[in-house]
């Protein structure tokens, strides 16, 4: 079954979720799919988490307590929520790949460091082998391929990130990981009764 990660750097349960995703990448074939999370909740007509002061306040501090169950350092970026696009533009053009993302994931969430503008990125760029971040952050084919992938994500109707597209099913967040790998390892896992019976179950109100 195709295994593809949706993920937006502005998630920090996606770098909760990430060395997990890692390692599978390590074991089986792994598509690393970022996206702008903020666009697909435009579409859906959706007000973000962090839209809410008292919600916005819990996740932080669930984010943070997570990371320390752990055993995992999680140190905020200067503001958030932020304008994600610059890192997603240089994880695609550096190819999505395992090490780009994992550098780019520590540069935010391990740091703390800014990665909004492209003078906040500069550092980030060079260590990833590119010397003039402005020309990458304006290539008009590395923004083609992240509206690909957003067009993608919406084909598959992720809701939200991050999101392990496991064959046609979706397992979204962090939390959902082990789930994910249970359904890997027993495709028949969504045709049992009780799991069938979800997919019809009728609203109520």
């Known amino acids: 079954m195709r295994v593809i990660w949706y993920f937006d750097f502005v998630s920090p349960f996606a770098y909760l979720q990430w060395p997990k995703v890692k390692a599978l990448a390590a074991e089986r074939e ?22 809410y002061a ?9 984010s943070v307590w997570r990371a320390r169950e752990q055993g995992r350092e999680l140190i905020y970026p200067p503001a958030h929520p932020f304008n994600p696009n610059p890192a997603l533009r240089l994880c ?4 999505s790949t395992v090490a780009a993302v994992d550098t780019i994931f520590d540069w935010i969430w391990t740091q703390g460091r ?31 391929e992240l509206r690909a992938n957003f067009d993608q994500a919406i084909a598959d ?19 959902a990981h082990a789930f994910a790998l249970a359904y890997l390892d027993n495709p028949g896992l969504m045709q049992e009764p009780q799991m069938r019976r979800l997919m019809d179950l009728p609203l109520g109100i």
Do not use: H, S
């Open 30 to 51: 792994v598509t690393l799919r970022p996206f702008l999370l903020g666009a697909l909740f435009k579409q859906m007509d959706f007000r973000a988490p962090f839209e």
């Open 92 to 95: 695609v053009a550096a190819g």
């Open 114 to 144: 800014a990665a909004d503008t492209a003078e906040a990125i500069e550092p980030l760029a060079e260590k990833l082998g590119f010397d003039d971040v402005a020309l990458v952050l304006a290539d008009a084919a590395v923004k083609a």
């Open 157 to 175: 109707e992720v809701f939200a990130v991050p999101t392990l597209a496991v064959g046609d099913e979706l397992f979204w967040g962090d939390d």
């Open 54 to 62: 008292r919600k916005r306040t819990a996740v932080y501090r669930l």
